[in-house]
């Protein structure tokens, strides 16, 4: 006689198990919110979206305008893969003029001035390499 109860409890476990998964879960009604009305809601949040999207609008018209901007100016092509185009002018570097152009005799005076104050200071205090004055390596005859 025991081993029928215990069938028996088996079985109430097992119908309850098939009961537990035939039963459909009891969802709540959903709400679309997109139609819902914005009555429920404060006047200053609803002020507070409308001043945010006047904003990101504002700034999408920004970024198209300059994008519009920079395909329109004077000169520009449109260039299609493929098409042989001509380079621009390369820029060449211009010596640069000197500022007050100075007469033959201050020229020479400033370049006296210049020989004085190396020979002064000597090798030790320029860069590069530290040879004599070629003045120096000639031979007297």
Excluded at 77 to 99: M, S, W
């Amino acid at each position: 006689m025991m081993l029928g109860g215990g069938d028996d409890k088996a079985k109430k476990k097992r119908k309850r198990g098939d009961d537990k998964r035939k039963d459909k879960r009891k969802r709540e009604q959903v709400e679309d919110l997109r139609f819902g009305s914005i009555a429920g809601k404060t006047r200053t949040s609803v002020k507070r979206r409308e001043r945010r999207k006047k904003h990101l609008e504002a700034k999408k018209k920004k970024h198209k305008k300059s994008e519009a901007e920079d395909l329109n100016f004077p000169g520009y092509e449109q260039v299609k893969f493929g098409d042989v185009v001509q380079a621009p002018p390369k820029l060449i570097a211009l010596p640069k003029a000197l500022k007050n152009v100075q007469d033959a005799s201050r020229e020479r005076l400033r370049l006296q001035a210049i020989e004085a104050y190396r020979n002064r200071k000597g090798w030790k205090s320029r860069p590069g390499l530290h040879l004599p004055s070629p003045l120096n390596m000639m031979p007297s005859l």
